[in-house]
């Protein structure tokens, strides 16, 4: 798929059809991933692919709006390297956030959805998922085939309720000349 049409395509699945991934294609989703520019080259992610039904329930308890998830055939969760104190927390977020559009797109491109997953309980998933010490878990993703029909809903509030824009602002919207506001 040409890049451009699968950025346009690429959006949050939260319901998946009941179909497993196999291992080469996780494989080459985190292949993408790592590929991703990082200062000084520093790489500072490290990927945990979780498919076993009892752990992704295990691992969605330390999340909220977790139900992708729970249902979705894989669970990738990326945690950030901070041994390195040389660098600043915010530089190598940055670079594991390139990491995860790689992982999106990789996915979207191969026909996957995803939906980003946040931790409120950070701690306890790192203990969960037997992390170094020197890990932090940043965020996961659900990742599986987008079911054919959705049901209109985010955790049981209708979406026009729950999401803040009903599609994409305008470039128009976004965009500023020289300075905020200009032109």
């Known amino acids: 798929m040409e890049l451009a049409a699968c950025i346009r395509r690429d959006r949050a699945t939260r319901e998946f059809e009941d179909r497993r991934i196999d291992r080469s294609t996780v ?78 797109l990789a996915a979207t491109d191969r026909g996957l959805g995803t939906c980003p997953q946040g931790f409120r309980d950070r701690e306890g998933a790192h203990e969960f998922l037997g992390l170094p010490d020197e890990t932090r878990v940043l965020m996961g993703f659900a990742v599986g085939h987008p079911a054919e029909e959705e049901s209109g809903e985010i955790e049981g509030v209708a979406k026009d309720e729950e999401l803040h824009h009903p599609g994409r602002k305008s470039v128009e919207e976004i965009l500023h000349w020289e300075r905020y506001g200009g032109e």
Not at 36 to 48: D, E, K, L, M, Y
Request: aromatic content about 8%; proline content about 5%; overall charge negative.
């Open 27 to 104: 494989e080459a989703l985190i292949d993408a991933a790592r590929r991703a520019g990082s200062g000084h080259n520093r790489q500072p992610w490290t990927f945990v692919a979780v498919t076993d039904p009892d752990r992704k329930d295990g691992l969605a308890t330390f999340g909220s709006y977790t139900t992708p998830l729970r249902n979705a055939p894989l669970g990738v969760v990326i945690a950030v390297d901070e041994s390195d104190t040389r660098y600043r927390h915010e530089h190598n977020v940055f670079d594991c956030g390139r990491a995860a559009q790689n992982l999106m």
